[in-house]
């Protein structure tokens, strides 16, 4: 009985030592910490300090800042200033520091961006400071654009996911055949276009265009760009062959609208009668760039009490312009200068009500409405370079006309 007893108080022992194991909880995973990266290195043993260049700082300012001494602060600029150009940093510009978690003022590594594309890092971990640049990959994407015009260009492109260098891009394109001051809601508009990604993600702006159109009054001008000789610069045609490049710019500024046109009648705002305006009224912020509407010579730089700040352009025995109100005149009397390039900035000098320019036009010595001139286009294309522009044209003209067809007819049904 003795033993039986024994017996049984052996295995309840047991199958409670046994339950007791079971109830040991598992050792919890150890759980290693995520790795995270800045500009290829390694951020978790560091700490990361993020910010941009101010008014007076310097490379060496900076150092100091982080306890460098002066003798410090020599050594380090004399070894990486062949690889490195001090000079370059610039207000605004970001940088990041990396510093050692344990010390206050261990600075180990310092970034500066210089653009978008690019990246210095100034490693001085070692007895010998060394930079390093990297330029991040740039891939370029294309796609194909089609919509109706709602509000401005900029507005519209915006609405489909593009940024603003393309209405920038666009606008200069068909600088010479439309006026963007008068495009409509229900204008319709179509682009292939390229555009730069910086790893693979940030964009980065228009690479180029490939083709566009866009309806404007009722008619589609088509814009394909084209070298007629290799290394040449490429010029912008219709599906004909014919340059979209005229003699004159549709305008003097790249985005505005008209408050005033050409009236042999107008009420004055500022002299308060009634008399002749011989000119074409664009309104713009103080400060905008006024071109030059075509190649020409710059005949009279000067202020009246009238005119403000003006200039004077003659291009040919045919055509002259005028530029009023300025707020700063760019040329010189006797200058020469190019379509397209700024000769002043937009301002409210003389008789002005506001900041705007008064654009004025001759022909052979009358001054005329510029909006109602047939004006002279450049040079068409030669025969000879007309095969290989057919043959680039077609296809892309094709794209657009099926993706707009598509886009437009769905609109409607």
């Known amino acids: ?35 995270t ?16 260049i101010k ?22 600029t004399e070894q990486i200033k062949d690889t490195f150009d001090l000079r370059d940093i610039r207000i605004g510009k970001p940088f990041t520091m990396f510093k050692d978690k344990k010390a206050p003022n261990g600075l180990k590594m310092f970034i500066y961006e210089p653009d978008k594309l690019s990246y210095y890092v100034i490693d001085l971990r070692d007895s010998i400071a060394k930079v390093s640049k990297t330029v991040k990959p740039i891939t370029v994407k294309r796609r194909v654009i089609a919509a109706e015009i709602e509000g401005s260009l900029a507005e519209t492109l915006n609405k489909a996911g593009a940024g603003p260098a393309l209405a920038q891009e666009l606008s200069e394109v068909y600088a010479w055949s439309i006026d963007f001051f008068k495009i409509q809601k229900g204008d319709k508009f179509a682009v292939a276009i390229n555009e730069k990604y910086i790893s693979d993600t940030i964009y980065a702006g228009v690479e180029s265009i490939d083709a566009s ?43 505005s609208h008209i408050t005033s046109k050409f009236s042999p009648r107008r009420f004055h705002p500022v002299q308060m009668t009634w008399k002749a305006h011989n000119g074409t009224d664009y309104a713009a912020p103080t400060g905008t760039p006024i071109m030059t509407t075509a190649t020409g010579t710059v005949i009279q730089a000067g202020y009246t009490s009238g005119n403000g700040n003006y200039v004077k352009v003659k291009h040919n025995g045919t055509y002259t312009t005028q530029y009023l109100h300025m707020s700063r005149i760019l040329v010189r009397q006797g200058q020469h200068v190019t379509q397209g390039q700024t000769i002043g900035l937009v301002g409210s000098t003389g008789l002005a009500t506001g900041p705007h320019v008064c654009y004025r036009f001759w022909k052979n010595g009358v001054q005329v409405d510029a909006l109602r001139q047939k004006l002279p286009n450049s040079l068409p294309m030669e025969a000879k370079y007309k095969p290989a522009f057919i043959k680039q044209m077609e ?19």
């Open 395 to 413: 296809p892309l003209k094709k794209e657009l006309d099926d993706i707009a067809n598509k886009k437009f007819n769905s609109s409607i049904n």
């Open 55 to 76: 008014s007076g700082d310097t490379f060496g300012g900076l150092l100091g800042k982080e306890g460098f001494d002066p003798a410090a602060i020599h050594n380090i």
């Open 1 to 35: 009985m003795r033993y039986l007893v024994f017996i049984l108080s052996l295995f309840t022992l047991i199958a409670c030592d046994n339950k007791q194991e079971k109830k040991k909880p598992e050792a919890a995973a150890v759980q290693k910490p995520k790795i």
């Open 213 to 255: 159109f866009f309806e404007y009054k009722g008619k589609k001008i088509y814009a394909f760009p084209f070298k007629p000789e290799a290394g040449g610069r490429a010029q912008y045609y219709d599906e004909e062959g014919k340059v979209l490049k005229s003699m004159f710019l549709k305008a003097p500024l790249k985005f």
């Open 37 to 52: 990266k800045e500009f290829g290195i390694v951020t978790n043993d560091f700490q990361v300090v993020h910010d941009t």
